[in-house]
């Protein structure tokens, strides 16, 4: 699998970034074990994690990041992962109330490191946004930590771009690091309003920002739940089943279109429909890294692969202009 330099850093992460949001949940330690490990076979370096992975589920808290702490201790191998975990998320019973204070940045990452048996972090994510909490002083908090060297390099998560375009206006004048990614919900699909107004869903008017600044993205929920996976058909998402209540809410007019468009261009291609998906997001003029969440070897062997793939233009812009 290919990688690629992510832009003002010193970091040259694969292209696709593995996830571990069900890593010690639904995914056992055995099992997510053996996850990493292949996607390190297949050339993969790039995980990404949070503290709070896992916690939406009674008992042990974090699991995902202890997870993945123990079995880089285990293996020894800390010095090839980069290494990408999020903090500074509401508690999840009171998400209206943000925690993006000093002491809550602070209190996260101290834990972060602790689960994850490290001293540092090379790509820290703020969680979620608080727009009542000014730019200046996140950037500072995060500064220190670099200069104390606990995290390496950090990004933002469910941002929009007006608060990213702030802070890095901030960090420019004050040469002061700024973010170095963006991480937001995105794929192929077209996605309806959400019902959490904390999330940030890509669409034209964040869209535009990326290509004119050329911040990286890594995006979240990069497959969809699998909508173009090669799961599902067009005749199978005519009403809602079973079978299909996972990718449900996703069928619009739209995203079926796409679908159908899809399937033809992986066919045209020989690639599967999943590889396609993934090649549209890679072929932006902005360095992208989609994040997938397998749970299966073969679900990890057609994402590792999509790493390689190269969507011709046509493909690309007939994806792109499906109303």
């Known amino acids: 699998m290919k990688v690629r330099h992510l832009p003002g850093t010193e970091l040259f992460p694969s292209v696709i970034c593995l996830g571990t949001s069900s890593f010690g949940e639904t995914i056992t330690r055995d099992g997510s074990f053996a996850l990493m490990d292949r996607f390190l076979d297949h050339g993969g370096s790039f995980l990404d994690t949070a503290k709070v992975y896992s916690d939406w589920v009674p008992g042990e808290l974090s699991r995902s990041e202890k997870v993945i702490?123990?079995?880089?201790?285990?293996?020894?191998?800390?010095?090839?992962?980069?290494?990408?975990?999020?903090?500074?998320?509401?508690?999840?019973?009171?998400?209206?109330?943000?925690?993006?204070?000093?002491?809550?940045?602070?209190?996260?990452?101290?834990?972060?490191?602790?689960?994850?048996?490290?001293?540092?972090?090379?790509?820290?994510?703020?969680?979620?946004?608080?727009?009542?909490?000014?730019?200046?002083?996140?950037?500072?908090?995060?500064?220190?930590?670099?200069?104390?060297?606990?995290?390496?390099?950090?990004?933002?998560?469910?941002?929009?771009?007006?608060?990213?375009?702030?802070?890095?206006?901030?960090?420019?004048?004050?040469?002061?690091?700024?973010?170095?990614?963006?991480?937001?919900?995105?794929?192929?699909?077209?996605?309806?309003?959400?019902?959490?107004?904390?999330?940030?869903?890509?669409?034209?008017?964040?869209?535009?920002?990326?290509?004119?600044?050329?911040?990286?993205?890594?995006?979240?929920?990069?497959?969809?739940?699998?909508?173009?996976?090669?799961?599902?058909?067009?005749?199978?998402?005519?009403?809602?089943?079973?079978?299909?209540?996972?990718v449900w809410k996703l069928c619009s007019e739209n995203n079926l279109h796409k679908l159908k468009a899809v399937k033809a261009i992986a066919e045209r291609l020989q690639l599967t429909m999943s590889q396609v998906a993934l090649g549209y997001l890679l072929a932006h003029s902005f360095p992208v890294f989609p994040i997938s969440g397998c749970k299966t070897a073969a679900q990890l062997d057609d994402s590792c692969a999509a790493g390689d793939v190269v969507l011709d233009r046509d493909a690309f812009e007939e994806l792109r202009n499906i109303d």
């Not at 925690?99 to 703020?126: C, F, G, P, V």
């Not at 500072?140 to 890095?168: M, P, T």
């Not at 192929?188 to 904390?198: E, F, I, K, Q, S």
Request: net charge negative.
């Open 69 to 246: 702490g123990q079995w880089m201790k285990e293996r020894n191998n800390r010095s090839q992962i980069i290494l990408a975990t999020k903090g500074a998320h509401p508690e999840l019973d009171t998400m209206h109330i943000p925690r993006l204070s000093k002491e809550d940045i602070a209190h996260d990452l101290e834990q972060s490191l602790r689960n994850l048996q490290t001293d540092y972090i090379d790509l820290y994510w703020l969680h979620r946004d608080d727009p009542q909490q000014p730019v200046e002083g996140i950037i500072d908090a995060l500064n220190e930590y670099v200069h104390q060297g606990k995290i390496r390099y950090f990004g933002c998560s469910n941002w929009s771009s007006e608060r990213i375009d702030a802070a890095q206006q901030y960090a420019s004048q004050q040469g002061l690091q700024g973010f170095a990614a963006s991480q937001i919900k995105w794929s192929l699909a077209t996605y309806r309003p959400g019902n959490d107004p904390t999330m940030i869903t890509m669409n034209e008017r964040e869209l535009a920002y990326y290509e004119r600044t050329g911040l990286p993205v890594i995006p979240y929920n990069a497959q969809a739940n699998g909508f173009f996976s090669g799961r599902y058909t067009s005749e199978m998402l005519q009403e809602p089943t079973a079978d299909n209540k996972k």
